[in-house]
């Protein structure tokens, strides 16, 4: 009787599946569950927010309160020495510079939406003390890393499928971009355009509920920040204005490409002097406290800048053209040195204030145009084009103005920009950066899949290799015992590949014919380490039964075969993976 009382305890336990995996089965496959996921996703998402922009606001008011560091020359120690402790942040951790979106991205469509929360927490807690000590990066791409994070965090506890984890980390970064900008249709917008990569009708539900729940928190608690506000509403339009803020668009395109080609190229130099990564945020903290001797607004977030831009009397009082083209010029040297040498940010609000100063410009060089709305092209048209958010954009803009002159007008722009920077370069400064780490998002999944596996994985050892002195008596023994397939000829002990020989020319020689009297060259091989798609593609053009594998191209070393069939089922493999992480 008492050893039937486990097993039945033990029975009643399998047949029940627990709290954790019922949570489970219900929120990975149920849209409703999805949605009901969103609501604790937007809400604390909102707080972690808002808690990340207080926490910087509290650093630069202690940074400013200190006199000894309130100087502008001690601006240029604090930056060297913040770039010092990240330096060896990264030295420590072994990373080669902080989480950004660009690692969302991959999370998502590499990683079934698995992000680190150590990762991601170390990275926010180094933006947050960057910003203080005023940096020229920006926060919203942080915010965006921390969002991500707290939602990838949650969907891995409960134990999500990778299509509805992946859902959950696009509801996080929503509800980031919703709180940051006040902004809660852009948030889902965005979370499709740049993360995702795709609309897609099952999570667009949840990602609009964490985007408006995070939008309503904001507002229920006053935690909203509208960061530009004009100063008069718009004049009407014309329609030949729209050519003009299409140009507008071309030219924030081209500095949107020495923007993101700067950044990206600053760390090709440091790495061709070879400077440790450890010293690099030190001298781009040192190289933007430099220029903030000589344009102290370009260091930091430049909000307060940016509306006095924005507003046409103060632009004109305070400012003039020579003096906003010397605020571009220095915010694109500061925040190249910056984010070009690892210094923990975002690009995003770099981008924002570049594209104020460039609309700027344009405003006081085209004085029949709008001024305002100048601007505000810039801004859109330069931030879309280096985040690679176009519809984003414009509903930001939209969001944030409420002015529709002024949204229509952007839109030209942000399109013109998006086309040229697209075409010419790459579709976001994340991409190309995904693609510096030879992920390329633009090929479909199940090529990816492929791209990232070996031909060693799929090889088989199954193979007859015999010395170029053998017989073809012999060799016909060896086949007579049941070996299909080919023959291929290998010297000396390491097994170097010297040839293949062909079932069809064994059975039509002579008994005294040698292996190496036969054999024809093996002209083509695959190495071990080769990737499956590119070697899928060539095998095409191959005639034989089966593909010697060699351990790389120097020693010829053979060490397995790997037929047509192994690549098909490679691939087959893959078309079924790419389809379940669908959704």
């Known amino acids: 009787m008492n050893n039937q009382e486990p097993s039945r305890r033990n029975?009643?336990?399998?047949?029940?599946?627990?709290?954790?995996?019922?949570?489970?089965?219900?929120?990975?496959?149920?849209?409703?569950?999805?949605?009901?996921?969103?609501?604790?996703?937007?809400?604390?998402?909102?707080?972690?927010?808002?808690?990340?922009?207080?926490v910087i606001g509290l650093l630069s008011d202690?940074?400013?309160?200190?006199?000894?560091?309130s100087s502008a020359a001690s601006q240029v120690l604090l930056?060297?020495?913040?770039?010092?402790?990240?330096?060896?942040?990264?030295?420590?951790?072994?990373?080669?510079?902080?989480?950004?979106?660009?690692?969302?991205?991959?999370?998502?469509?590499?990683?079934?939406?698995?992000?680190?929360?150590?990762?991601?927490?170390?990275?926010?807690?180094?933006?947050?003390?960057?910003l203080g000590l005023g940096a020229s990066v920006g926060?919203?791409?942080?915010?965006?890393?921390?969002?991500?994070?707290?939602?990838?965090?949650?969907?891995?506890?409960?134990?999500?499928?990778?299509?509805?984890?992946?859902?959950?980390?696009?509801?996080?970064?929503?509800?980031?971009?919703?709180?940051?900008?006040?902004?809660?249709?852009?948030?889902?917008?965005?979370?499709?355009?740049?993360?995702?990569?795709?609309?897609?009708?099952?999570?667009?539900?949840?990602?609009?509920?964490a985007s408006v729940v995070a939008w309503g928190i904001t507002q229920f608690h006053g935690f909203e920040y509208v960061a530009l506000k004009l100063s008069q509403e718009s004049t009407h339009l014309v329609v030949w204005e729209f050519p003009a803020y299409a140009l507008l668009g071309g030219l924030a395109a081209l500095v949107a490409y020495v923007y993101m080609n700067g950044v990206l190229r600053t760390g090709e130099v440091a790495a061709w002097l070879r400077l440790p990564i450890w010293i690099q945020p030190a001298i781009g903290g040192a190289l933007a406290g430099a220029v903030g001797l000589w344009v102290p607004d370009v260091l930091g977030l430049g909000t307060q800048t940016m509306q006095q831009v924005l507003d046409p009397a103060t632009a004109a009082s305070a400012y003039g053209l020579w003096m906003i083209t010397a605020l571009w010029a220095a915010k694109l040297l500061a925040s190249v040195s910056c984010l070009g040498l690892r210094y923990p940010g975002g690009v995003f609000m770099p981008a924002i204030f570049m594209g104020a100063a460039l609309g700027g410009m344009a405003g006081f060089l085209a004085p029949f145009l709008d001024y305002q709305i100048c601007v505000l092209v810039g801004m859109g048209a330069l931030v879309s084009s280096v985040i690679g958010a176009p519809i984003a954009t414009i509903l930001i803009v939209f969001e944030l103005t409420e002015d529709y002159q002024a949204a229509t007008a952007v839109m030209m722009g942000v399109v013109a920009a998006n086309a040229l920077i697209s075409r010419y370069y790459?579709?976001?400064?994340?991409?190309?950066?995904?693609?510096?780490?030879?992920?390329?998002?633009?090929?479909?999944?199940?090529?990816?899949?492929?791209?990232?596996?070996?031909?060693?994985?799929?090889?088989s050892g199954d193979f007859l290799a015999v010395g170029p002195d053998r017989t073809a008596a012999e060799l016909q023994a060896f086949v007579g015992r049941g070996h299909e397939g080919d023959v291929f000829v290998v010297e000396g002990e390491e097994r170097r590949l010297t040839g293949r020989l062909p079932l069809a020319a064994l059975v039509r020689a002579e008994d005294h014919h040698t292996a190496r009297e036969l054999?024809?060259?093996?002209?083509?091989?695959?190495?071990?380490?080769?990737?499956?798609?590119?070697?899928?593609?060539?095998?095409?053009?191959?005639?034989?039964?089966?593909?010697?594998?060699?351990?790389?191209?120097?020693?010829?070393?053979?060490?397995?075969?790997?037929?047509?069939?192994?690549?098909?089922?490679?691939?087959?493999?893959?078309?079924?993976q790419a389809g379940e992480d669908r959704f």
Request: charged share 20%; hydrophobic share 50%.
């Open 139 to 209: 926060r919203y791409g942080p915010a965006v890393q921390l969002g991500a994070t707290l939602s990838s965090w949650l969907g891995q506890v409960i134990g999500l499928t990778r299509p509805a984890l992946r859902i959950l980390l696009g509801c996080g970064v929503a509800a980031a971009i919703s709180a940051s900008f006040n902004a809660p249709i852009a948030g889902a917008i965005f979370a499709h355009e740049v993360i995702l990569g795709h609309f897609s009708l099952r999570a667009f539900a949840p990602i609009t509920v």
């Open 79 to 130: 930056l060297a020495a913040g770039g010092l402790f990240f330096g060896l942040c990264l030295k420590v951790l072994g990373w080669e510079r902080f989480r950004g979106p660009a690692n969302v991205i991959v999370a998502v469509h590499e990683q079934g939406g698995r992000l680190n929360v150590r990762d991601g927490v170390i990275t926010a807690a180094c933006d947050a003390l960057a």
């Open 519 to 576: 054999s024809e060259p093996a002209t083509f091989c695959v190495e071990a380490d080769d990737d499956l798609w590119s070697r899928f593609l060539d095998i095409e053009h191959f005639v034989g039964y089966s593909v010697p594998v060699v351990a790389d191209a120097d020693s010829m070393r053979l060490v397995g075969i790997v037929t047509e069939g192994d690549f098909i089922a490679a691939y087959r493999e893959a078309v079924e």
């Open 426 to 459: 790459a579709r976001s400064i994340f991409h190309r950066q995904i693609l510096r780490w030879g992920i390329d998002l633009n090929r479909p999944r199940e090529q990816r899949l492929m791209a990232g596996r070996r031909v060693g994985e799929i090889m």
């Open 62 to 69: 202690w940074v400013h309160r200190v006199g000894p560091l």
């Open 11 to 54: 029975a009643e336990l399998h047949e029940d599946p627990g709290l954790t995996a019922r949570l489970r089965r219900h929120f990975s496959f149920s849209l409703f569950g999805l949605m009901m996921l969103a609501v604790p996703v937007g809400y604390g998402v909102a707080f972690g927010a808002y808690g990340f922009r207080l």
